[in-house]
């Protein structure tokens, strides 16, 4: 979502006429912002000075207070060749010059404190630095990737046209069958009414019996094979139902491709029921003549 919305914003800067220099930007998203030696925390909502020009007053405050205790050390011992009440002042400026030396002593660990934190803070930008070079190469990634989905609907675009067509050749199969139903449905009338005649050609109804176990035979392949087409487009199904959105409607479609070839099936084993009580009635007659 973060690389979604990053990319569009720097798209829509391009369009509105924004040169985007990439080098010089931090394109990661984040609460503080540092510009011109200043850092905008929006969060805490305040601007400070950045790490560095703290780092920076720090050794300088270090380096005055080093140079105010030399002073007042040097104060003391010329106070230490006067008179009496010269010794008092000298042992006010040791005291002032051992307080500014402890200052110093304290300024020198806080600008080491601070050199600790430029230290993480440089390590933290290098680590952010390697995070922006790693979703870089994500969005690349996938970028390709949709490159290679788009391919995929290209593919399954052409492979519902083929299914089309095959359904447009079942389609004309069916009104074949149904054709070929009507014309054995004329055939049997035919034979009822030349029953009477072919009670002395036992040997053709054989023929007729084993014609119709074959057709039978053939008719439970089929619903076999269809049987199988419908276990494939299930599981075609269920692999697309774990896709994103897009292919849920690729899961629907072989869902209802797997609803049609198990009508299928089942229609093709019915008809190999009807050809099998053929084939028996014909074995009976075989044997009643």
Do not use: W
């Not at 503080?32 to 929006?42: H, K, M, S, V």
């Not at 601007?47 to 007053?57: A, N, Q």
């Not at 660990?109 to 995070?131: L, N, S």
Request: some cysteine.
């Amino acid at each position: 979502m973060i690389i979604s919305d990053r990319e569009k914003t720097l798209n829509l800067l391009i369009k509105l006429g924004f040169i985007v220099n990439l080098q010089k930007s931090s394109l990661i998203p984040s609460q503080e912002i540092t510009n011109i030696r200043a850092l905008f925390n929006f969060k805490k909502e305040i601007v400070s000075p950045t790490m560095e020009r703290i780092l920076k007053l720090e050794i300088e405050k270090a380096h005055h207070f080093r140079e105010k205790a030399h002073y007042y050390r040097e104060r003391a011992h010329y106070y230490r060749e006067k008179p009496l009440h010269y010794r008092e002042r000298a042992h006010y400026y040791r005291e002032k010059a051992y307080h500014f030396s402890e200052k110093a002593h304290y300024y020198r660990e806080r600008a080491h404190y601070y050199r600790e934190k430029a230290h993480h803070f440089r390590e933290k930008a290098h680590y952010y630095r390697e995070r922006a070079h790693y979703y870089r190469e994500r969005a690349h990634h996938n970028r390709e990737r949709a490159h290679h989905f788009r391919e995929k609907a290209h593919h399954y675009r052409e492979r519902a046209h083929y299914y089309r067509e095959r359904a447009h050749y079942y389609r004309e199969r069916a009104h074949h069958n149904r054709e070929r139903a009507h014309h054995f449905r004329e055939r049997a009338h035919h034979n009822r009414e030349r029953a009477h005649h072919f009670r002395e050609k036992p040997h053709h109804y054989r023929e007729k019996a084993h014609h119709f176990r074959e057709r039978a035979h053939y008719y439970r392949e089929k619903a076999h094979h269809f049987r199988e087409k419908a276990h494939y487009y299930r599981e075609r199904a269920h692999y697309y139902r774990e896709k994103p959105l897009h292919y849920r409607e690729r899961a629907h479609y072989y869902r209802e491709r797997a609803h049609y070839y198990r009508e299928r099936a089942h229609y093709y084993r019915e008809r190999a029921h009807y050809c099998r009580e053929r084939a028996h009635y014909y074995r009976e007659k075989a044997h009643l003549i």
